[in-house]
T-cell receptor, first 114, second 113 residues
C-alpha cells in the first residue's frame, strides 16, 4: 500500500469551478506539503503545514487554499480555477529529525482547467 | 538565497553509456543535498542523498559527491539502462526554522536500446 495517496489522480474542470485535491498519509509524519510541477520549472511550493494547527504559505499560494483536517490529511483547494492552474500537483510529507527531513511524495494529481 | 541549478535536458544516451547530470547550488546555511527521480506517471522518489561535505551518496548504480568547494552535487552512473529513463531532480534542504526543499528544474533522461 502506498504511504502517501492523492485523489483524484486526474481531473478536468472548467474555469471558475471550485476544485479540491486530497492527500492522505499513513507514515505518521507531522509535516505535509503541496507542490505544483510545470514543465521546465521543477517543483514550486504552494503551502506547507508543520502540524494540524500550523499552515504556511509557500512561494505561489495565490489562488489556492489548504486545510489540515487531521495529522494524516491535507487538502488543497482552488476556489475558482483558471487555465494557468493546469499542472501536476504533488503532496509530500516529512518528519522533523528523521532522515534529514527527506520528503516522501504522493503519485500526483494531473489537473486540467479548460 | 537558496537555489539549485541543474543542466537542461533532455539528455539522450544509448544503453551502457556513461551519465553525468550537473547540479550546482547556492545556500545560506549548510545544506543537505538530494537527487530525486520521477518515473513516467509517478511521483518523486528519493534516489540518493548526502548531508555533509565530501559525502558520497549512492543507490542503484548512481553516485553523487557533495563538493562544498565547487558547490556541486553532480549525478553519475557508469552504465545506464533503458529503465533509467526518467526525470531527475536535484534538491537541497537547509536546516533553518523550516527545512524547506529547493528543487532544480529537472533533467529528463532518455536511454535508447
Amino acid at each position: 500500500d502506498a504511504d502517501v495517496t492523492q485523489t483524484p489522480r486526474n481531473r478536468i474542470t472548467k474555469t471558475g469551478k471550485r476544485i479540491m485535491l486530497e492527500c492522505s498519509q499513513t507514515k505518521g509524519h507531522d509535516r505535509m506539503y503541496w507542490y505544483r510541477q510545470d514543465p521546465g520549472l521543477g517543483l514550486r511550493l504552494i503551502y506547507y503545514s508543520f502540524d494540524v494547527k500550523d499552515i504556511n504559505k509557500g512561494e505561489i499560494s495565490d489562488g489556492y487554499s489548504v486545510s489540515r483536517q487531521a495529522q494524516a490529511k491535507f487538502s488543497l483547494s482552488l476556489e475558482s480555477a483558471i487555465p494557468n492552474q493546469t499542472a501536476l500537483y504533488f503532496c509530500a510529507t516529512s518528519q522533523e529529525g528523521k532522515s534529514y527531513n527527506e520528503q516522501f511524495f504522493g503519485p500526483g494529481t494531473r489537473l486540467t482547467v479548460l | 538565497g537558496n537555489s539549485v541549478t541543474q543542466m537542461e535536458g533532455p539528455v539522450t544516451l544509448s544503453e551502457e553509456a556513461f551519465l553525468t547530470i550537473n547540479c550546482t547550488y547556492t545556500a545560506t546555511g549548510y545544506p543537505s543535498l538530494f537527487w530525486y527521480v520521477q518515473y513516467p506517471g509517478e511521483g518523486l522518489q528519493l534516489l540518493l542523498k548526502a548531508t555533509k561535505a565530501d559525502d558520497k551518496g549512492s543507490n542503484k548504480g548512481f553516485e553523487a559527491t557533495y563538493r562544498k568547494e565547487t558547490t556541486s552535487f553532480h549525478l553519475e552512473k557508469g552504465s545506464v539502462q533503458v529503465s533509467d529513463s526518467a526525470v531527475y531532480f536535484c534538491a537541497l534542504s537547509v536546516r533553518d526554522n523550516f527545512n524547506k526543499f529547493y528543487f532544480g528544474s529537472g533533467t529528463k533522461l532518455n536511454v535508447k536500446p
